[in-house]
C-alpha cells in the first residue's frame, strides 16, 4: 500500500478498509442499511436474552433488587466486601435497572386525597389539632405509583374528620363543585374529585370506606371503581374509623373513563414491586382482555330504589334509562330486591360506629368545627359527651333505653333517622353479635345473588346529586345507598350517564311524582335537589368480590350507550350557567 495513502487516523498497524469496497458506489447504503439492521437485531436479542433471564414475579426478588440499587456507593462496597451481597445479585439488579424502559406513568403527575400519608407533610383530616404535625411515612399507594413514575403534586380536601359527604373544614374551607360552585363535590374524596372534574389532574387517588368514591364521583360526573378490600390493601393512610367493624374499606383512582382506570388498575393489582411493600395485598393481576366492553352479553340485576330511602327522580331516571339500554343491547335484565334491608341498614352503622361514636366525637373534641359540620357534631353529642379532663371517650349521655324510646317516636315521621338513633353497640356482647350478623348478612347476599344467576348488578349510584354544603351533614340515612356495599365487600364502580333534566327539576317538588310526606330526611333531599338542571348523573355497577374484571366489562358497555360528555358549564348548551358564591 502506497505509504502517502495511508490516513493518520489510523492506529498503528491498523489496516486501511479497502479503497474498492468503500467507494463502489452501488448497492453500498443498501448494504449498510441491512448491516445497521443486523446488528441492531442481534444487539436486541441479546438484551431480550437478558431481560428474559432476569425477568421475575416474585415480590421478594424484586424487593431486594430495589434494596440493592437504593444504596450508596459506600453501602454497597461494605455489603460486597462483607458478603451480605453477592457480585452477582448486584450485577443482576443493575442490569435489571439498565434494561428498564421507562415506567407506565413516567413523568404523569396525579394528585393524592389529603388522608393519605406524604412525608413531611401534613395529614390533619381538617382539624386544628394535627396541624403541623408532619408524617414519617408515606401511603404505599403513592410510593407504588411514584416506582411507575407518576409524580403526586397536590394533596386535596376531605371533610372535617373524614366521615361526612360535606367536603369542608375549618383549616382549609369549603371546596366547591365544578359543575356548581354553590354545591358541593361529595366526600370524603371530595377535593380530588372537584379537582379532576375541572381538568386540574390526570387522575386522583382515594379511599371509600361508606362510598368516599362513588358519591363524589357520581357529584363530578367521574368514572372510579371501589376495589374490594382484599385485592388492594393500602398501609400509611387514615381509614376514617381506625378498628372499624365489618366493613370493606376500598381504594381506587378517579379518572375520565373506563379505559383510563383499566390502565392504571393494570398497573397496580398485583404488581410484584407493590406485593414487596405490603405483602397482604393479593397478588391477583388485573385480566385486561376480561375488561373489554362487548366480550360477552350479561345478565344483570338492577332496582331503582333499595328499599330503604327513595332516591330523587333524576337518580330513578338514570337507572330506568341505562336499564332500558342495556336490554337494548341485548343483555338481560333482572329485578333485584335487596334482602332484609332495615336490617342491613342497621348493621352498616352500628359497623361505622363500633364505639357510639366516641372516636368521631374525640376528633371533633376541643377543635373548631366547620361551619357546614355543626350539625353532624350535635348529633354526635346526642350519643357522647366528653369527659374535660380525660382522653378517655366518656360516657353516655342518654340511657339506652331512652334513646330507642325516642327512636320510636320518631319512627312517626322517618323511619331512616330513627333507625339512626335507635342502633347503637351497648357492650362487647353487642359488637361481636353484629359482626356474626354481618357475616351471615354477605353470605346472604351472595346466595341470593347467586340464586338470580346475574353477573352484575346496576343501581343507584347515591340518593342525591350534587347538593348545597348546608345538607349533607342533615343526611346520613342517604349513605346507606353505597355503604351497603362496603358491609359485603363487593367491587362496585360509579359511571356518568346523563344529566338532570327539566323535567327532573319539576318532578322533585310534585308530591306525586316524589312522596315527601312529614319525612324530614326526604324534604332536605327534595330541597337540596332543586334547581338541578344539568348536573351529573351516574349509575353503580357491582360485581361479586375480586370479580373488578366483570365490573369494569360492564361500566365500559353503559360508557358506550350513554349520553354524557364530562364537559363543566359554559361548555356545553344544556347546562345552566354556574352561580356565583
Known sequence: MNPSRVSPYLAAGEKAPDHERCCKPWGMAAERKRAIQGAQKKRQERFDQIKSRLNSEDGSVVERRLTIIGKSFEQLRDALQQEELTAVEVHEAYMWKALQEKPPLYGVPFSVKGNFHIKGYDCNLGLGKYVDTPMNDECTFVTHLRYLGGVPFVITTVPQA????????????????????????????????????????????????????????????????KLTEARLVVTNAHGGVPGRGRLGLGFGFFTK????????????????????????????RLDEAATVEG??????????????????????????????????????????????????????????????????????????????????????????????????????????????????????????????????LGNLEDARYNQEMTDNYKRQFIEYWKALGIDALVCPSFTV?????????????????????????????????????????????????????????????????????????????VALPLEEEICLSVMATIEKLSSYDGKLPGEHSSTKSTKSA
Open 162 to 225: 373524614l366521615l361526612s359527604f360535606v367536603c369542608s373544614s375549618a383549616v382549609y374551607g369549603t371546596t366547591a363543585n365544578p359543575h356548581d360552585i354553590t354545591r358541593g363535590p361529595g366526600g370524603s374524596s371530595g377535593g380530588e374529585a372537584a379537582l379532576c372534574a375541572a381538568g386540574g389532574t390526570p387522575f386522583g387517588i382515594g379511599s371509600d370506606l361508606l362510598g368516599s368514591l362513588r358519591i363524589p364521583a357520581n357529584m363530578c360526573g367521574l368514572t372510579t371503581l
Open 257 to 284: 373513563t373506563v379505559k383510563e382506570q383499566v390502565l392504571l388498575l393494570r398497573e397496580v393489582l398485583g404488581h410484584p414491586a407493590y406485593a414487596a411493600l405490603v405483602p397482604d395485598s393479593a397478588r391477583q
Open 295 to 424: 366480550r360477552r352479553k350479561w345478565r344483570i340485576g338492577y332496582f331503582e330504589s333499595d328499599g330503604w330511602l327513595n332516591p330523587v327522580p333524576s337518580v330513578v331516571r338514570a337507572v330506568r334509562e341505562t336499564v332500558d339500554k342495556l336490554r337494548e343491547d341485548g343483555h338481560e335484565m333482572v329485578m333485584f330486591k335487596v334482602p332484609d334491608v332495615e336490617k342491613a341498614a342497621g348493621m352498616m352503622y352500628k359497623n361505622a360506629m363500633p364505639d357510639g361514636g366516641k372516636y368521631s366525637r374525640f376528633l371533633y373534641s376541643n377543635d373548631v368545627v366547620d361551619k357546614w359540620m355543626k350539625h353532624f357534631v350535635m348529633l354526635l353529642n346526642a350519643m357522647v359527651i366528653m369527659t374535660p379532663t380525660s382522653r378517655s371517650y366518656g360516657r353516655r349521655l342518654v340511657p339506652r333505653c331512652l334513646r330507642i324510646v325516642a327512636s320510636y317516636l320518631i319512627q312517626l315521621v322517618s323511619p331512616q333517622m330513627a333507625l339512626v338513633a335507635r342502633e347503637s
Open 465 to 541: 346529586t350534587a347538593i348545597p354544603h348546608q345538607y349533607p351533614s342533615q343526611l346520613t340515612p342517604c349513605g346507606f345507598a353505597t355503604g351497603l356495599f362496603n358491609l359485603v365487600d363487593f367491587p362496585c364502580g360509579s359511571i356518568p350517564v346523563g344529566r338532570v333534566s327539566k323535567a327532573d327539576d319539576e318532578g322533585i317538588v310534585d308530591e306525586s311524582v316524589f312522596p315527601v310526606g312529614r319525612n324530614p330526611i326526604l324534604k332536605m333531599m327534595r330541597d337540596g335537589c332543586k334547581g338541578s338542571e344539568g348536573m351529573p348523573l351516574t349509575v353503580q355497577v
